[in-house]
Nanobody, 119 residues
Framework: QVQLVESGGGVVQAGGSLRLSCAAS????????MGWYRQAPGKQRDLVAD???????NYADSVKGRFTISRDSAKNTLTLQMNSLKPEDTAVYYC?????????????WGKGTLVTVSS
């Protein structure tokens, strides 16, 4: 069981920056993939970025070049640095941890942190 707690959300003007953090209750070294997802009002939850335990990253096209994901196994934290924010980045951002187990992967979610980008 892994508990995830997000922080760092808030209100920022377009063009600004925010840094989201996700603190895990257990060692993240054995977590295969950690990621950030977001859900805007009335929309589905979509992947923003994820990172494997070997450091391979993956980004949604809409955030490439603006967001950077990183994980720190020593501190058991996942971070999302968000720059050049746009109003369309407004959403609740969720931290996810996925552990590959047979036959079904285990997914853990935080409760989310709200990011609001004003124009």
């Amino acid at each position: 069981q892994v508990q995830l707690v997000e922080s760092g959300g808030g209100v920022v003007q377009a063009g600004g920056s925010l840094r989201l953090s996700c603190a895990a209750s257990a060692s993240i070294a054995s977590i295969n993939v950690m990621g950030w997802y977001r859900q805007a009002p009335g929309k589905q939850r979509d992947l923003v970025a994820d990172i494997t335990n070997s450091g391979r990253t993956n980004y949604a096209d809409s955030v490439k070049g603006r967001f950077t994901i990183s994980r720190d196994s020593a501190k058991n934290t996942l971070t999302l640095q968000m720059n050049s924010l746009k109003p369309e980045d407004t959403a609740v951002y969720y931290c996810n941890a996925r552990i590959y187990e047979y036959p079904t992967p285990l997914d853990y979610w935080g409760k989310g942190t709200l990011v609001t980008v004003s124009s």
